[in-house]
């Protein structure tokens, strides 16, 4: 668990882009993050108050959340400052980065020193079991996608904030770096060893209220090869109730693999069922996420209405029109 | 790559079950095994020549190999003075047991001294890539099961056999522990981090011969909560022409999980093959494994003769009437 509430560290970030991470806080957590941390050179801008680490420590702020990648995969000595302030003033380190903190001896001896902790997300933070395949109590929504990076995690973060605002029960459950980072704790599945991985889930998602709904953040796809022993993983461990199907239609390849052509959404849900539904015979299909990003308005709503046509399941963009129809779908259940 | 041949340490095994590595040996790769070495309480017998450290050494030896379970998770007293013995005279040693040879000081100490190496087949040998789901020239074949443990690396292994009885060139691929002692080299693919599942069986598996065979060696089953995600790494990694399906037909529940009935060979067929042929569409089904250890011999016949009117695949019990039908297949492709 990393402690909130965060103050945003945007580093020497060249774009927005490099500042993924602390988009993702700003934007799902925004009463996680009392302000931010630039270096001179930084060209992100999360909008937020720019803040010494003293200020941020007068607001609260408990840990330094490093929301930037870095460049060259080494931890700059301009960081490593900032990074061992921080720790000297009291806060805790959470990072993404490949590099670990706790690979860094001047940050390892200023956290002893100061008694705080260095969280690296990709590393697995718990011993899992292997996982036993009990049904457990309250409900569980899993996304799975055509490919990678189609919009699972935003798909199951807007999710939670549409049934929230309804006073549902609803967790988002996260299993990669950025979600972890945001939400404060997780799994990261990519970084478990295999014997392990369902068993990560199931623990991630013990028995809960009969009304709780987990929504659990989807990894890889059952059609990328690099990747679907995760998903795999994820769809028994997660024991879902309910799938959400999550698709980008544009796409002309799989991410990664030039020579694979994606799969529709009727393929990913006659794939994904039938194996959902070895562990749990009653989950069915809610809804589809289109993420239309590389459409026009009317585009995305022309195929947002084929594909309800086609699949007979209610579909939306939840970044472009809201989650409020994949809500719908749970709450009916 | 451990180094053969091999002297088999029998050490107290209470029976023949706990000296299941060995025995594998022994029946796999005989011209690997100069002798066993047994402790005065050790109730196992190979039927190979008791042999002292400096009998087998000067026999050619050069790895001594643990091919028993250890008692109660300790690498009793008793084992290390043999262990140590054994490096002293320039043994490597080769192990699958859950405590490592390299967390024990005194054996890193001696194997450092005398240039030996401990190979600890549970830990992951290499740095394995992404899979990058690439055609591979030459021809694999995988074992897949309706559960875990029903034969599919004793299947893989018969067929190893078979083919390069005719002359074909043939490869088994060991992806756990015990074919790893077996063959000497292999994947210990349940200790592989998840991202790297499938690209380590993509390195387990290069390119090779036009008519060479790499014989899989399977991992647990789509239809086992607990490891279907190792499974679902294999058949993408693995990216195979042919699969064996695998098959205990006595069996009343999924290994370790007493709520869910195992599928039938159909259900497996019907799974396994789209999925594998998203990594590669000419993938086929070409054989049935049946281990048939609890049904009489006229009860085995009829069954694998009902097998294979429903499948319309040849089908046999490779330990107990040859794997001529399934090398038949491969061969004919």
Redesign the interface.
């Known amino acids: 668990m990393i402690e909130p509430p965060y103050l945003l560290f945007l580093g020497d970030a060249p774009d927005m882009l490099a500042a993924k991470v602390a988009v993702g806080i700003r934007d799902w957590r925004p009463e996680s993050a009392v302000g931010q941390l630039r270096l001179p050179d930084c060209n992100a801008d999360l909008g937020l108050k720019d803040m010494s680490l003293s200020e941020a420590r007068e607001k609260g702020a408990r840990t330094l959340v490093i929301g930037v990648a870095n460049r060259g995969g080494v931890i700059s000595q301009a960081w490593k400052t900032v990074l061992v302030e921080a720790l000297e003033m009291g806060f805790d380190l959470a990072s993404g980065l490949h590099n670990l903190l706790r690979h860094e001896d001047d940050l390892v001896a200023a956290a002893q020193t100061h008694g705080c902790s260095l969280h690296d997300v990709r590393v697995a933070a718990a011993a899992y079991p292997?996982?036993?395949?009990?049904k457990r109590t309250g409900k569980r929504c899993l996304a799975v996608g055509t490919d990678c990076s189609v919009g699972k995690m935003y798909t199951a973060m807007a999710m939670e904030r549409e049934m929230r605002g309804r006073g549902m029960k609803a967790t988002f459950r996260a299993t990669g770096q950025t979600g972890i980072l945001i939400t404060g704790h997780g799994v990261p599945?990519?970084?478990?060893?295999?014997?392990f991985?369902?068993?990560s889930i199931e623990y991630l998602t013990p028995d809960n209220d009969p009304d709780h709904w987990d929504l659990i953040e989807g990894q890889g796809s059952?059609?990328h090869?690099?990747?679907?022993?995760?998903?795999?993983?994820l769809?028994?461990?997660g024991?879902p109730d309910a799938l959400i199907l999550c698709h980008e239609p544009t796409r002309s390849h799989m991410r990664g693999?030039p020579?694979?052509v994606p799969p529709g959404l009727a393929e990913l849900r006659d794939?994904a069922l039938?194996?959902a539904q070895?562990?749990n015979p009653a989950c069915v299909a809610t809804g589809v996420s289109v993420n239309t990003q590389h459409m026009s308005d009317d585009e995305a709503k022309a195929y947002i209405s084929s594909v309800e046509d086609e699949l007979n399941l209610p579909a939306t963009d939840p970044y472009r029109f809201g989650a409020g129809k994949l809500a719908d779908s749970l709450a009916a259940m």
């Open positions: 292997i996982a036993n395949g009990k599945l990519d970084a478990v060893i295999a014997d991985m369902a068993g059952l059609f090869v690099s990747y679907s022993g995760v998903t795999m993983a769809i028994h461990g024991r693999l020579h694979y794939t039938p194996l070895v562990a």
